[in-house]
């Protein structure tokens, strides 16, 4: 159970308007343009859904701003730093955080040393060092602070192989706050998680906004979870931004519904927050 927000906020500052600025970003493979002159601000707090039919470009979009695929044209900004060259590990680095739909722990830690791995700049050396002679070296109060907000104290001294898959996927959310990015990215955060534990996911990923101060872009089948969650949501549709809005505009968006929610908006609404729908994500 996620327990409300008591402990220490993240070290980074909250007063800057945009944290992450995304300019005219276009991405082909060969003839098949992925991502085309796409433009983005995300604001220090503010959570974007990013949703869309299979092979709109989301991922791909992630894999640009990360650094893992280079795009052609466009430029991305990180607190006014241009980054466009930058490897994934430097962009890591200075805060731009990245959650994989697949969980990867440190398996022989427990819960508070892969935590901990969060903590140090030298995360995989130390990791090594531990294996050998383990450091018995204490949380820092943020850190403990998170572990209490996700609800993990029970576990921190268990490993991962003996933990749920909810529980294993906010340990791996719970190391990405730790590291305090200025942005996090979660590509289908609740893949494989239960009506109970896609409550709360939401619950988690709205505090990480409004008490870290951080810019969160979330990838998720889950429409009620997008609907009911983000500030704002942008929809994809063969690469080209077809919607930027609220969610309440966006579930009545003529276009958005004939190119993903599929349902009309005379009489109901696209989805109600008892609903979702699944679509997959770009290559």
Not at 41 to 69: C, H, M, Q, S, Y
Not at 126 to 132: G, T
Not at 170 to 194: F, H, M, N, W
Request: charged residues 25%; glycine residues 8%; hydrophobic residues 40%.
């Amino acid at each position: 159970m996620i327990a409300p927000a008591t402990g220490p906020t993240s070290p980074r500052s909250l007063d800057a308007s945009s944290v992450l600025s995304v300019r005219h970003v276009t991405r082909a493979f060969g003839g098949l343009v992925a991502v085309s002159d796409f433009s983005l601000e995300l604001r220090v707090g503010e959570l974007i859904g990013l949703i869309g039919p299979n092979g709109a470009g989301k991922t791909t979009l992630l894999d640009v701003i990360t650094g893992f695929t280079r795009q052609q044209t466009g430029v991305v900004v990180l607190d006014g730093v241009d980054v466009s060259r930058w490897t994934p590990e430097r962009r890591a680095r200075t805060g731009i955080a990245r959650s994989w739909q697949s969980v990867e722990l440190f398996e022989e830690l427990t819960v508070r040393d892969n935590l901990r791995v969060a903590e140090d700049t030298r995360g995989r050396l130390r990791y090594l060092r531990d294996l050998v002679v383990p450091d018995r070296r204490s949380l820092s109060p943020f850190a403990e602070s998170v572990v209490d907000d996700l609800g993990l104290r029970a576990v921190i001294d268990q490993r991962p192989a003996t933990l749920p898959h909810g529980v294993i996927k906010l340990v791996g959310i719970a190391r990405t706050i730790i590291a305090s990015p200025a942005v996090i990215l979660l590509d289908e955060p609740a893949a494989g998680l239960d009506d109970k534990e896609r409550r709360e996911l939401a619950a988690l990923i709205r505090q990480m906004a409004d008490r870290h101060g951080i810019g969160v872009v979330v990838i998720e089948h889950d429409m009620a979870l997008i609907l009911n969650t983000c500030d704002r949501i942008v929809v994809l549709d063969f690469g080209r931004m077809i919607a930027d809005d609220t969610p309440s505009a966006v579930r009545t968006n003529d276009r958005v519904v004939k190119a993903y929610l599929g349902e009309p908006t005379d009489g109901a609404a696209a989805t109600s927050p008892s609903d979702s729908s699944t679509v997959g994500t770009a290559p």
